[in-house]
């Protein structure tokens, strides 16, 4: 909205300035126009006593003067004469030069050093003066030069009067008579300058006031804006909103889904609707009043509004059906862990008129765009699910499409298995062991996660990793990883093995919790492992988020003692910047290029250069996935140390690491390679 009030300072000051500037021109004028006048008169006046005084001398040159030859002036005493009898008249008088012109102009007289024989310098005021009328000129240009700046020349007033023989004789000559105004002008200056700041405060000052009194008075119609706006908006609140709970009501609704629609249309975005019908709010209301009946109401709108977000809005459509928004739906299963939160609130007792008095709700969900597309389709959805979810035994959501309960189910279904499997540990670690190509010797092995299903079995982790990380849980998770890995390898170490590194794998969820260097110490003073054995896998992604705080962790990680390498490599940014900035051991050559190796001429090629790239980057190479054998001859001939794949050995549990390591610590695959 335009807002008047933004603009008056800008204006106010300009305003300001403008007046200030004009009050003190206008006050200038004035003033130099009464000294210009004054001196004027005073100049008349001295003028008029020289031409009365000198008489016949003057009139005796201009006589010479108007006789002889023009361009020749008659110098000689009488000229010298006149020149003192002037001097002596204009002592003590602000008259610096007095001139005697004849009518054509010619200079025949000057109290000054020079100037006879020259012409008049100010023709205009001449004529008026030669035409029988005094006339004067200020002359205050000559102040605006620099030179005059440096050297100040007198400020002057210039008169030119008629020289007549007689009264009303005919006009024989002109006088012009200078007077200086130097000290006037400094004077009229100094006040104009003094006009100028005075007007320039008085007029602040006012405007101050006004501003003053502006913003008040903007203030106080701020305040009276809501006062009538509500009256205005009175007719508007009983149209859309509920009088017992203050919650918009059903047309507001149908209203909010028709423009949320319009928006998620153009974005392509997901938002669900859900109707929540109170089961038990008919036997409350028609036992114990309607007072109870409100009341009940009330709490549950408290209830609903805790269970959603701050940003979703809970709508009263009426009775006893609520309906809430929520927009910006990333997962179906998102709408379907709100609604179960709000059954759990609702599900709660609550203690009205002395009765503990249980609502429980069935909630009914249609989601936009693959329910329907308008406001109208959506809602009457939305409806049916909900009288769906009555019908099979209330307290219950219900997806309007099917597939969509079983999808939402499976996946909370998943997450809920997954909380009991950490509870019933019943996750398990596989180790892999990795081998030095240059001896075949096992130096290291990779924990690998495996959840050991009551009913389904041993479940790799492409099955559950996904919704680990979702739901957050991987953190709890992957402490547990650590702890149990770094414990395994302790208790190798202490079966008098041969020393070697296991390496666990870090989600982003668990390395941008925060708390990954406090466990990683407390896990290691915990379990008593070295932390030379320990090995963390970190994977490109993770670290191109927030480089600086990647590396700084990384750091910190380092500074415990324990290695780093770089997981799946080649597959994500690879980025060669970022690479030298992060203080990594490893490179682990992601299996994507190792599987073709032999067969895969650029599979070839970027092995080699990747080989020559942790060379030079002083980082150790760790090939993934290496199957064959010739694979393996190859990446030994390409400079690459260590490798890991089935051709060693699959992932297995930790007693047959232990068998491995005793077997001379050569892992099977390269015992049985061709020489
Ligand atoms: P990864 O870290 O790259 O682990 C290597 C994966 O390649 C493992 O799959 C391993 O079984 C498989 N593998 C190893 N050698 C060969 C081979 O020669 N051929 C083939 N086809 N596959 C091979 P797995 O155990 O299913 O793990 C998959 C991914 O799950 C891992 O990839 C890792 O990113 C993640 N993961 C496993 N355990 C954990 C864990 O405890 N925490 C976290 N955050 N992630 C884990
Ligand atoms: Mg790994
Ligand atoms: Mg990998």
């Known amino acids: 909205m335009?807002?008047?009030?933004?603009?008056?300072?800008?204006?106010?000051?300009?305003?300001?300035?403008?007046?200030?500037?004009?009050?003190?021109?206008?006050?200038?004028?004035?003033?130099?126009?009464?000294?210009?006048?004054?001196?004027?008169?005073?100049n008349f006046a001295v003028a008029r006593v020289l031409v009365n005084s000198l008489g016949t001398s003057s009139q005796g040159i201009l006589h010479d003067a108007t006789r002889g030859p023009a361009a020749r002036p008659p110098l000689g005493r009488r000229n010298g004469r006149l020149k003192r009898e002037v001097r002596s008249l204009i002592r003590g008088l602000d008259i610096t030069d007095v001139k005697l012109y004849t009518l054509n102009g010619l200079t025949v007289f000057s109290s000054g050093q020079s100037g006879i024989g020259a012409m008049v310098s100010h023709p205009a005021q001449f004529s008026d003066a030669r035409a029988g009328h005094a006339t004067s000129i200020i002359d205050l240009d000559n102040q605006r030069s620099l030179?005059?700046?440096?050297?100040?020349?007198?400020?002057?007033?210039?008169?030119?009067?008629?020289?007549?023989?007689?009264?009303?004789?005919?006009?024989?000559?002109?006088?012009?008579?200078?007077?200086?105004?130097?000290?006037?002008?400094?004077?009229?200056?100094?006040?104009?300058?003094?006009?100028?700041?005075?007007?320039?405060a008085t007029l602040s000052a006012?405007?101050?006031?006004?501003?003053?009194?502006?913003?008040r008075a903007n203030r106080v119609v701020r305040r009276q804006q809501p006062d009538r706006l509500s009256h205005v908006n009175s007719a508007h609140y009983q149209i859309y909103q509920d009088p017992l709970t203050g919650l918009p009501n059903r047309a507001s609704f149908t209203a909010h889904v028709r423009e949320t629609a319009t928006r998620c249309g153009r974005s392509s975005r997901m938002f669900c609707i859900m109707l929540i019908d109170l089961d038990r709010f008919k036997v409350v209301n028609d036992s114990?009043?309607?007072?109870?009946?409100?009341?009940?109401?009330?709490?549950?709108?408290?209830?609903?509004?805790?269970?959603?977000?701050?940003?979703?809005?809970?709508?009263?459509?009426?009775?006893?059906?609520?309906?809430?928004?929520?927009?910006?739906?990333?997962?179906?299963?998102?709408?379907?862990?709100?609604?179960?939160?709000?059954?759990?609130?609702?599900?709660?007792?609550?203690?009205?008129?002395?009765?503990?008095?249980?609502?429980?709700?069935?909630?009914?969900?249609?989601?936009?765009?693959?329910?329907?597309?308008?406001?109208?389709?959506?809602?009457?959805?939305?409806?049916?699910?909900?009288?769906?979810?009555?019908?099979?035994?209330?307290?219950?959501?219900?997806?309007?499409?099917?597939?969509?309960?079983?999808?939402?189910?499976?996946?909370?279904?998943?997450?809920?298995?997954?909380?009991?499997?950490?509870?019933?540990?019943?996750?398990?670690?596989?180790y892999q062991p990795r081998v030095l190509l240059a001896t075949g010797k096992i130096v290291g092995t990779e924990a690998l996660l495996r959840w050991?299903?009551?009913?389904?079995?041993?479940?790799?982790?492409?099955?559950?990793?996904?919704?680990?990380?979702?739901?957050?849980?991987?953190?709890?998770v992957g402490t547990w990883v650590l702890r149990t890995a770094c414990l395994q390898n302790a208790a190798w170490q202490a079966q008098g093995l041969p020393p070697i590194r296991v390496s666990v794998n870090i989600s982003s969820r668990q390395f941008r919790n925060g708390s990954l260097v406090r466990t990683l110490s407390s896990v290691l003073q915990e379990t008593g492992l070295s932390p030379k054995w320990l090995e963390l896998e970190l994977t490109e992604s993770l670290l191109i988020e927030n480089t600086d705080a990647a590396i700084d962790m990384m750091l910190q990680i380092k500074d415990l003692g324990v290695a780093i390498s770089l997981d799946d490599f080649g597959t994500g940014y690879s980025s060669l910047s970022y690479l030298r900035q992060f203080p990594v051991d490893y490179l682990k050559l992601d299996r994507a290029f190792i599987k073709d190796l032999t067969a895969s001429e650029k599979d070839m090629a970027i092995t080699?250069?990747?080989?020559?790239?942790?060379?030079?980057?002083?980082?150790?190479?760790?090939?993934?996935?290496?199957?064959?054998?010739?694979?393996?001859?190859?990446?030994?001939?390409?400079?690459?140390?260590?490798?890991?794949?089935?051709?060693?050995?699959?992932?297995v549990p930790a007693e047959q690491i232990s068998s491995m390591i005793s077997e001379h610590g050569y892992s099977k695959g390269y015992l049985h390679r061709p020489n």
């Open 2 to 42: 335009f807002n008047p009030f933004r603009y008056v300072p800008i204006a106010g000051v300009l305003a300001i300035a403008m007046a200030a500037v004009c009050l003190s021109a206008i006050y200038r004028h004035g003033v130099v126009s009464m000294a210009e006048e004054q001196a004027t008169h005073a």
């Open 147 to 200: 030179l005059a700046r440096i050297m100040p020349e007198p400020s002057r007033v210039l008169s030119f009067l008629p020289v007549r023989s007689s009264a009303f004789g005919p006009v024989q000559g002109v006088i012009e008579v200078h007077s200086t105004v130097t000290g006037l002008v400094r004077r009229i200056d100094k006040a104009q300058l003094q006009v100028l700041l005075t007007a320039l």
């Open 206 to 215: 006012l405007y101050f006031v006004v501003v003053l009194l502006a913003r």
């Open 288 to 430: 114990l009043g309607h007072e109870a009946g409100d009341k009940l109401l009330l709490e549950a709108v408290v209830r609903i509004r805790r269970s959603v977000r701050e940003s979703d809005p809970i709508f009263r459509m009426g009775g006893d059906e609520f309906a809430v928004l929520m927009d910006g739906l990333e997962r179906v299963e998102d709408a379907a862990r709100l609604a179960q939160r709000i059954i759990d609130q609702l599900g709660e007792a609550v203690l009205i008129g002395g009765h503990e008095i249980t609502a429980g709700a069935s909630i009914g969900i249609a989601i936009y765009p693959k329910d329907g597309k308008t406001a109208e389709h959506l809602i009457k959805d939305a409806d049916a699910a909900m009288y769906r979810a009555k019908e099979s035994g209330r307290n219950r959501y219900e997806f309007f499409t099917k597939d969509m309960n079983l999808r939402a189910m499976e996946r909370l279904g998943l997450e809920t298995a997954l909380q009991r499997a950490l509870r019933n540990e019943e996750f398990i670690l596989f």
């Open 452 to 476: 050991n299903h009551p009913q389904s079995g041993i479940l790799a982790p492409d099955k559950f990793l996904p919704v680990l990380e979702e739901s957050g849980l991987i953190v709890p």
């Open 608 to 651: 080699v250069a990747i080989s020559n790239l942790a060379r030079s980057l002083k980082m150790g190479l760790v090939a993934e996935g290496v199957e064959e054998l010739q694979h393996m001859e190859f990446l030994r001939h390409h400079g690459c140390e260590e490798a890991q794949g089935f051709l060693f050995s699959r992932p």
